[in-house]
């Protein structure tokens, strides 16, 4: 059982276990369109600002697995 193409499928299905367990504990990731603060500032002055669009100042932002999975119970969902 040491062939190498086995070890890397194991090695691969190891990562992909871990990754998507890494999704499940930490689903969000910093907004990208306000890094994280929840909101953005004017290049005019940055004194002003305005809620972020992107996040609703939610200062965060679903993963891209986790919309996948979110995604995809939704569709499940909708077929009942
Ligand atoms: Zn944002």
């Not at 930490?26 to 002055?45: D, E």
């Amino acid at each position: 059982m040491h062939d190498p193409t086995t070890l890397a499928f194991l090695a691969a299905l190891a990562g992909g276990a871990i990754y998507l367990g890494h999704v499940a504990l930490w689903p969000y990731r910093p907004c990208p369109a306000c890094h994280g603060t929840g909101h953005q500032t004017s290049p005019l002055n940055p004194r002003a600002a305005r809620p972020c669009h992107a996040c609703g100042g939610q200062r965060l932002r679903p993963r891209l697995a986790y919309r996948l999975y979110r995604n995809h119970r939704d569709h499940k969902e909708n077929q009942r």
